[in-house]
């Protein structure tokens, strides 16, 4: 009551937000009149002025940094890709040499690029009602469109870094403009990410006529684009792009070998169209660069058959219990029914005879019943166990039962048993060959498992035409929340291979992640983001709890008067589908355009074949994408009946033919609700712009999986008080209530994903950070040496700490061991006998730093420090790059098995935090170890005279090199390879384990 009552006095915060841009919007219009009397040339140059203006604000900012050199403020500009704003010609202070910009704090350079941030920040404010009223201009002379006020306020609200919800056909594209051209003025580039390839292309040369009159420059980057042309988009001030594309390349970006490989030039402003599809509906499946295996193992086609048979029996079984439960219904023996429907409900929740049976609200609420009994006792597992398997379709899962164990291996009880690793460890008597037979032994029945448990998955919770396609011997996914096809992208762990052998076509071969980000994670990394919709408002607390986004819903230009009709639920889907082919012949016959909203492929068809022959109609689903613009065009003419899967719901925009606005406009039948509101809200949206007549239903039955699975006893009490008749339909606004709860569980149930998601991939995430900004620094060539001699110390100072622990006296030191371990490890020759006179800890280290430095100069004055910095560079990036590979692999099997620690009362995130954090430090130790190994064995093997390489040849042996040393060895001579030649598949030389083609010999 206090909320409503201060939200009268003072506004709700939208409303608050909107009148404090109201009195920019007037600064803008004021300045219209001015700019339409310029010629296209003098608008043009407005842009040099405004350039001219934040030029001066970031030389005067790197001019009051009078501490800092040259090359640090150089650093500085194209740390923040100033590069187009400020030429290295005009970077104020005084010339440096590369040693002297290593005198200054990491900390100074920060503290500098957030000062030029905010000053950047200041001027782009006091520019916006200029910048914003050359942008309208520009519109109205190339696009004869002129931004209305309230787009005015949805580009001052992307600009601040919000998100704004504007109604569908008020012009979301267009609005974009006016942030995006403000924003590239600091030629730093701006990002604008759509839904897919096509509006990506179609945005940048609609919209690009207007930053191209204003002297900008504008890319598209799309799906197998030469890496040239890739490059050359994203230099532009301006770039069109999928949120895959750019998550993608920053993932390549950070696999390059070589700096001029890397495409990208940082975060720093992103628009994100269709806000909630990608932060959110994209955000359940993180992006991964995957390769393949070195050794393949799986068994899918061998086990397939297995599989099939064992879903077969299971149909046969709740067959038999759902005749034993009817017979039970009619002998009075409710709870017994009720016990044998639950059984068959958890076998296979989508049998055609369970779904008739629980039509029935009785059925369903006995059902209910026992379920929360057993829940209750913890007795579940019991009735599982008649099953072959159980299934959670909520969580997506399914649990192979002891039967279903003995179906699948009669002849070896034990088959599904593991050898117990720990046990093994423990027993001293344990033989090297007995450990690795179990390891195998283990490994196998491992991945056998895996294999039957994806098939199981395969067969029980994937449907072809819903959730995938098979096309062209390929099973291609289908997103659920466009209902396009998603060509290239494949479901991990193993199920795509399962999906493959299932659909009988070819099952491509086994893959692992090199590379992957979570969609949060990657847009949380720009200094600025936004994004605009028609749909964000159900989601504003995720958006504000994930991104830290606000959203500002932008009133219409014109008053929507749609009309929304409450639902209609039917208990069968069969009296529904009749029941919607009704309508559209009624709105056929009147002339009024239908669009009809379907959530699969199969619904899709189904409709087509219902309809009848003389009604001509379109079907755009997954399978017949390739006519979609067209069907769109003529889906608002008179007449027109158009059939579509969730695809026609986002980037569209339907307009009305001659004569249909007095028919009452476009009219929207949705055959299902689905698990998020705003999809319905984005189907029904196509309806009703700018101020268009337009009308929408929506036709529910009770076997629809929203209401089957997320409905419970609410909807199921209500139809029993209103008195639902077979073949009647129900329409109340107490449904429509109940069935929005519905949804908001599922919301609240997909958030809780999304966040469990998020939260795993932070702990990667902080990783990958550390890894990826140090592989940018070897590959730009940033201080390697320095790098080099810090790696030096860490490793004397763990070698020093093994040897001769800090608290223990120099007589219990082992000496010997510490210089066998720098000549094993290391390859330096050495006695350590200059060690004995040695009585601290301190006094040691730095003699065992002092050797290992002494001859890595040795080895660089050998070859020549441009040639070590080479070396460096290859043997850095290719060490963190396998061992980042093999630390993705590690993390992933953590993942896997860490939801168990819950049964030992024991958090499972924080558990994979703690061993996650254990992992990375035992990475780190990895890669200073082995580059080191790696740098001091290094020899460069000479190469007869007439051959002039770009590249010296490298030889990373491990035969014992040379140096002068303190204690009179020979000084070191360049080596002549007397070993016979490496072949391709003989094991490396640098002691790896792999084949000199996978290593070195790459």
Partial sequence: MLMQALQRVFGSANERALKRIAPIVEQINELEPGLRALSDEALRQKTHEFRERLKHTVVQVLESAGDLGRLELGRVVRDLSLQKLVSEAEIPGVQQTTFQAQDFPEERVEELKAELKKAIGENLEELLPQAFAVVREAARRVLGERPFDVQLAGGIVLHQGKIAEMATGEGKTLVATLPVYLNALTGRGVHVVTVNDYLARRDRDWMGQIYELLGLTVGVIYHDMPQEERRRAYEADITYGTNSEFGFDYLRDNMALRAEDQVQRGFHYAIVDEVDSILI??????????????????????????????????????????????????????????????????????????????????????????????????????????????????????DLTEKGRMALSPKDPNFFVLPDLAELDSNPDVTPEQREKAEKEFQDKSEIMQNLFQLLRAYSLFEK????????????????????????????????????????????????????????????????????????????????????????????????????????????????????????????????????????????????????????????????????????????????????????????????????????????????????????RQLRGRSGRQGDPGSS??????????????????????????????????????????????????????????????????????????????????????????????????????????????????????????????????????????????????????????????????????????????????ILLQTLDNLWKEHLLGMDHLKEGIGLRGYAQRDPLREYQKEGYELFVT????????????????????????????????????????????????????????????????????????KYKKCCGR
């Fill in 281 to 398: 509906d994209e955000a359940r499946t993180p992006l991964i660069i995957s390769g393949p295996v070195e050794r393949e193992t799986n068994r899918y086609a061998e086990l397939q058959p297995m599989v099939q048979r064992l879903v077969q029996s299971q149909t046969f079984l709740v067959n038999r219990l759902l005749a034993e439960a009817e017979k039970l219904l009619e002998e009075g023996q409710d709870y017994e029914a009720g016990i044998k429907m639950l059984q068959a409900k958890r076998g296979a929740p989508k049998n055609k005879r369970l779904l008739k049976l629980l039509q029935d609200s009785s059925n369903k609420r006995l059902v209910e019943r026992v379920e929360l009994d057993h829940i209750r006792d913890k007795t579940l597992w019991r009735l599982d166990e008649e099953l072959y398997f159980s299934l959670d379709e909520k969580s997506n899962v399914v």
């Fill in 465 to 680: 035409d819903v959730n995938y396609v098979v096309t062209e011997g390929q099973v291609i996914i289908v997103d659920e929340f466009t209902g396009r096809l998603m060509p290239g992208r494949r479901y991990s762990d193993g199920l795509h291979q399962a999906l493959e052998a299932k659909e009988g076509v070819k099952i491509e071969g086994e893959t692992q992640t090199l590379a992957t980000i979570t969609i949060q994670n990657y847009f949380r990394m720009y200094e600025k983001l936004a994004g605009m919709t028609g749909t964000a408002e159900t989601e504003a607390a995720e958006f504000h709890k994930i991104y830290k986004l606000d959203v500002v819903v932008i009133p219409t230009h014109r008053p929507c008067i749609r009309q929304d009709y409450p639902d209609v639920i039917f208990r069968t889907k069969r009296e529904k589908y009749r029941a919607i082919i009704q309508e559209i012949e009624e709105c056929h016959k009147r002339g009024q355009p239908v669009l009809v909203g379907t959530v699969s492929v199969e619904v899709s068809e189904l409709l087509s074949r219902m309809l009848p022959k003389g009604i001509r109609h379109s079907v755009l689903n997954a399978k017949r994408h390739k006519e979609e613009a067209e069907i769109v065009a003529r889906a608002g003419h008179h007449g027109s009946v158009t059939i579509a899967t969730n695809m026609a719901g986002r980037g569209t925009d339907i307009k009305l033919g001659p004569g249909v606005v007095e028919l009452g406009g476009l009219h929207i039948i949705g055959t299902e609700r689905h698990e998020a509101r705003r999809i319905d």
């Fill in 697 to 874: 239903r929506f036709y529910l039955s009770l076997e629809d999986d929203l209401l089957r699975i997320f409905g419970s006893e609410r909807i199921a009490s209500i139809m029993d008080r209103i008195g639902m008749q077979e073949g009647e339909p129900i329409e109340h606004a107490l449904v429509t209530r109940a069935i929005e709860n519905a949804q908001r569980r599922v919301e609240q149930h997909n958030f809780d994903i999304r966040k469990h998601l998020l939260e795993y991939d932070d702990v990667m995430n902080k990783q990958r950070e550390v890894i990826y900004a140090q592989r940018q620094r070897i590959l730009l060539g940033d201080r390697l040496d320095q790098d080099v001699r810090e790696m030096i110390r860490q490793w004397a100072e763990e070698a020093v700490e093994r040897y001769a622990p800090g608290k223990s006296h120099p007589e219990e030191w082992d000496l010997k061991g510490l210089a066998r371990e720098v000549r094993m490890r290391l390859g330096v020759p050495w006695d350590g006998s200059a060690l004995e006179e040695i009585s601290t800890q301190d006094d040691l280290l730095e003699a065992v730093f002092q050797r290992l430095l002494f001859y890595y100069q040795k080895k660089e004055e050998l070859y020549g420090s441009d040639i070590m910095r080479y070396l460096e560079k290859m």
């Fill in 923 to 994: 990475l780190t130790e990895r890669i200073r170890s082995e580059v080191l190994e790696r740098l001091f064995r290094v020899q460069v093997a000479t190469e007869p005279a007439q051959r002039s390489p770009r590249r010296p040849a490298l030889a990373l042996g491990r035969g014992r090199p040379t140096a002068n040393n303190p204690d009179g060895s020979e000084d070191p001579r360049p080596v002549r390879r007397s070993a016979q030649k490496v072949g391709r598949n003989d094991p490396c030389p640098c002691g790896s384990g792999k």
